[in-house]
């Protein structure tokens, strides 16, 4: 099963990523954590991203799918996995349609609403340690300043600052909202109500996968 989760930023790809890859173990890739390895690693991928991700613009198409391709390959995608982040243009869907064919395909659109992403994304910290993520003063998963799981440092990603939280938010609205058209009109396309906790909003995701229950068995 391939399972992509589609959303604008904030709208909780990540945290609902890790609650799918804990209960049925698919490996859960995240474009936007692949691009911010290689950009700490300094790869020739990680210096081409760094520009466009600080500004909150999307990296290239041919860049993007190429990792991603290459990730799919890996023997733990085998029986399945979670795409979070990717595909966001219509290009990157069109390729992505012929990659890995034949393979069940399930879309969750995760959708909140801006001024609830705004608040989100400037509660944001992520754990510098495990990358688990974390919600400061918003109601979210903890307040304290070291990750409850390993015990590292809570950072602030570069582009969760204001100005460039509303430029994500523009990029969202132009590209990437467009793929709800191209996967409502395919069988496999589910809207998810994006606000309430996180298992609230969990439920809403198992009540989907739960009707597919045999093919969720490794
Ligand atoms: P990426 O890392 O994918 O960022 P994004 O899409 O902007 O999404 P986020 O990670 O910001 O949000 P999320 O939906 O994962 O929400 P989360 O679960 O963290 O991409 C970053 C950049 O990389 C892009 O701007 C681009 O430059 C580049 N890039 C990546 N993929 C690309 C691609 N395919 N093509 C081209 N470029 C690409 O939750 C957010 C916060 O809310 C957290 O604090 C969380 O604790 C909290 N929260 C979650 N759920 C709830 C809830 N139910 N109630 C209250 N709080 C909640
Ligand atoms: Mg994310």
């Known amino acids: ?38 950009v700490q690693e300094k790869t020739p991928l990680g210096r081409q991203a760094e520009a466009f991700m600080n500004r909150g613009e999307l990296v290239s198409d041919e860049l993007v799918v190429d990792m991603i391709r290459e990730r799919i390959a890996a023997p733990d995608c085998r029986q399945g996995y979670i795409l979070d982040g990717f595909p966001r243009t219509l290009p990157q869907a069109e390729r992505l349609s012929g990659i890995d064919q034949g393979r069940r395909e399930l879309v969750f659109d995760i959708l909140v609403p801006d001024e609830a992403i705004i608040r989100r994304l400037s509660a944001r910290r992520i754990c510098s340690g495990c990358g688990a993520i974390h919600s400061f003063h918003s109601g979210g998963s903890s307040d304290a300043a070291t990750c409850a799981a390993c015990g590292g440092r809570l950072i602030q990603r570069d582009d969760d600052r204001p100005e460039v939280i509303k430029h994500r938010l523009e990029v969202y609205h132009a590209q990437t909202a467009p793929l709800q058209e191209f996967y409502r009109n395919r069988s496999v396309y589910h809207r998810i109500e994006g606000l309430g906790t996180v298992e609230d909003v969990f439920q809403r995701v198992k009540d989907v996968l739960e009707t597919y229950s045999s093919e969720l068995k490794h």
């Open 1 to 38: 099963m391939r399972i992509v989760l589609l959303g604008p930023p904030g709208s909780g790809k990540g945290t609902q990523g890790e609650q799918i890859e804990k209960q049925y173990a698919f490996p859960r890739i995240s474009s936007g954590d692949l691009l911010r390895a290689a």
